[in-house]
């Protein structure tokens, strides 16, 4: 007899069209109090994936498998974690890279603590300020987002290596052997793949060596059930599996690269791969209804901006209000307003700026953004500015988590940027290149791709890391893991790794249903309440009397999580996210 449930039977597509047409929460009545009551729960519609022993959680099914097995095989989180990150290079190449950067939050059980690792791209040591801004001083965004002058210098090879060596047991080797098989033997083809290269044809068509891998001979693009063969990658995969990441930043794929950047006018140098080092930081922490949020810490926002913002919504009874009432929503986006406007001022990398973290993060400082806000009325975004933190104390992306049965967690967020990167695929490798040079300010006062606004702290500058919204958090209980997150979404990023802690704290909701859930957001600028589709009409009729804005989007986000609870480990992959897969054993 088949015990498996229905949703774990169902399509991700199915899944998606179940949330967003049936999922409808708000009230009819006319009484303020009783509109902020739900009508209707999902929280028993879904259920997250169930293992005693390890789980593996991301965008792509191939590399979650990759990342179940290397845990049977006796590899701890991190071993795993790592060995997903390259097969996601090769079985999710809109996001999943060797070419891009990201960041890594670790819980290392036996040591008991947490720690950060910063692989995030760096701007090469000729960039300038003012290097996109034709004669008329205006942004030329062709040459930011699609040509070799757009692409950091790439940290995920260092990254993905430097957490194997610190924290792994299995050899480097012994990780990257799956990714090198799935690049060597080919992959066949989903039709979220197909869709996504279908998407982007125009855009990876424009060089020769990415339609060479990504299009048929005769011109076509693949479809579904076709087989993807990578061989340059392959190769490039079986160098650094030999070699190191030398391999990659001072051996042959260091030549391929520089190479590629002086025929095409791009500024990354053989010097700059040599100098390029991931950096370990200290985590970000606060605490939230006694639970503590350790996340990442600048050069991104996501860490500092979503603990802000639980500071806020600390002050008011959420749940009580109901998951996705009118207040509730209310309360999310007023605090985003202030969270989005702070961005935009005080954050940057902070070896070149001086980031006030402690400030923004502080309870104190909350408690004086929370008495900004009218508990009824939407505030206009023109009238607020960044606020003035107390004083210190001293869209393609993609996310995966992992916890292995002796207490080990990672969480990790990585990209190339856009939907494939910048479209340029290095000659003879295979490898994708980031166009990570529109994360920072091109111009001040000129919003980014994901509509950003930024200062001059996040400027252009040799060697600075731009500034990111990927939020890898880790949520612990009594001092352990409890809840490993984060998200793809580009400025969509932090809020949705928001809503994902609040519907399991607040609302409490189990993983799947947490995840599902219709989602919200807002950035400051511009003044618009983004919402997916399944909210109730009354609901976001009383949003739009006290004076939001409404903008229905289509998805946001495709948060990868797992929750460690008694009985064991519960995972929940993004229905949002066609491929993506929560496995464990």
């Given at each position: 007899m088949n015990n498996t449930p229905f949703w774990a039977l169902a399509s991700k597509a199915h899944l998606a069209c179940l949330v967003f047409c049936c999922v409808l929460v708000g009230s009819t009545s006319d009484d303020v109090f009783a509109q902020d009551t739900p009508i209707f729960s999902?929280?028993?519609i879904f259920h997250p994936v169930f293992a005693e022993h390890g789980m593996v959680v991301s965008q792509e099914a191939m590399a979650t498998r990759v990342g179940v097995e290397i845990l049977k095989a006796g590899g701890n989180a991190i071993d795993a974690a790592v060995g997903v990150g390259f097969a996601l290079a090769v079985t999710l190449p809109q996001a999943g890279n060797?070419?891009?950067?990201?960041?890594?939050?670790i819980y290392n059980a036996e040591k008991n603590a947490a720690m950060a690792l910063d692989y995030r791209e760096v701007a090469p040591a000729t960039a300038m300020p003012q290097m996109?801004?034709?004669?008329?001083?205006?942004?030329?965004?062709?040459?930011?987002?699609?040509?070799?002058?757009?692409?950091?210098?790439?940290?995920?090879?260092?990254?993905?290596?430097?957490?194997?060596?610190?924290?792994?047991?299995?050899?480097?080797q012994a990780v990257l052997a799956p990714a090198i098989r799935l690049a060597r033997d080919g992959i066949i083809v989903s039709p979220d793949l197909a869709l996504a290269i279908q998407e982007q044809a125009t855009h990876l068509s424009q060089w020769p060596s990415t339609r060479r891998i990504f299009f048929q001979p005769d011109g076509t693009t693949y479809r579904p059930g076709d087989r993807l063969i990578q061989k340059d990658l392959a190769w490039s995969l079986q160098q650094i599996s030999e070699q190191g990441p030398g391999a990659f930043y001072d051996g042959p794929i260091a030549e391929r690269?520089?190479?590629?950047?002086?025929?095409?006018?791009?500024?990354?140098?053989?010097?700059?791969?040599?100098?390029?080092?991931?950096?370990?930081?200290?985590?970000?922490?606060?605490?939230?209804?006694?639970?503590?949020?350790?996340?990442?810490?600048?050069?991104?926002s996501g860490g500092v901006h979503l603990i802000q913002m639980l500071n806020i919504l600390e002050h008011e009874p959420l749940q009580v209000f109901g998951h996705n009432?009118?207040?509730?929503?209310?309360?999310?986006?007023?605090?985003m307003k202030l969270a989005y406007a702070d961005r935009s001022r005080w954050l940057g990398d902070p070896e070149f700026v001086e980031v006030p973290v402690q400030g923004l993060i502080s309870k104190d400082y909350a408690k004086r953004l929370h008495a900004l806000i009218d508990p009824q009325k939407a505030r206009p975004s023109?009238?607020?500015?960044?606020?003035?933190?107390?004083?210190?104390?001293?869209?393609?992306?993609?996310?995966?988590?992992?916890?292995?049965?002796?207490?080990?967690?990672?969480?990790?967020?990585?990209?190339?940027?856009?939907?494939?990167?910048?479209?340029?695929?290095?000659?003879?490798?295979?490898?994708?290149l980031n166009n990570e040079?529109?994360?920072?300010?091109?111009?001040?006062?000129?919003?980014?791709?994901?509509?950003?606004?930024?200062?001059?702290?996040?400027?252009?500058?040799?060697?600075?890391?731009?500034?990111?919204?990927?939020?890898?958090?880790l949520v612990l209980h009594k001092g352990k893991p409890f809840l490993a997150t984060g998200s793809p979404g580009g400025s969509h990023i932090i809020t949705t790794t928001l809503q994902i802690i609040v519907n399991v704290i607040d609302h409490d909701m189990n993983l799947a249903s947490a995840?599902?859930?219709?989602?919200?957001?807002?950035?400051?600028r511009p003044d618009d309440v983004r919402v997916e589709r399944g909210f109730s009409p009354d609901t976001l009729a009383l949003l739009e009397q006290w004076g939001h804005t409404i903008t229905v989007q289509e998805t946001m986000g495709g948060a990868q999580s797992i929750l460690k609870g008694p009985q064991g480990l519960f995972g929940a992959s993004d229905p949002r996210k066609p491929d993506s897969l929560a496995a464990g054993y």
């Open positions: 999902h929280r028993d060797l070419g891009g950067g990201g960041f890594m939050l996109f801004l034709d004669e008329e001083g205006t942004v030329d965004q062709s040459r930011l987002r699609y040509s070799h002058q757009s692409v950091g210098v790439p940290g995920t090879v260092a990254g993905l290596v430097e957490a194997l060596e610190a924290h792994g047991t299995l050899s480097l690269v520089s190479a590629e950047m002086r025929v095409h006018g791009g500024l990354i140098t053989k010097e700059d791969l040599r100098r390029y080092r991931a950096v370990w930081r200290k985590p970000v922490r606060g605490t939230y209804r006694g639970y503590e949020i350790v996340s990442m810490p600048p050069p991104s009432s009118a207040r509730t929503i209310h309360w999310l986006v007023e605090s023109p009238s607020i500015r960044p606020s003035n933190p107390l004083p210190y104390e001293g869209r393609d992306t993609t996310h995966f988590s992992v916890m292995d049965q002796d207490g080990n967690v990672v969480s990790n967020t990585y990209t190339i940027n856009f939907s494939f990167g910048s479209g340029i695929v290095v000659e003879g490798t295979g490898i994708l040079m529109d994360d920072f300010v091109a111009k001040p006062g000129t919003p980014n791709a994901y509509g950003l606004m930024g200062s001059t702290a996040n400027a252009i500058e040799p060697k600075k890391r731009p500034l990111s919204s990927m939020t890898p958090t995840t599902a859930a219709p989602r919200v957001h807002h950035q400051w």
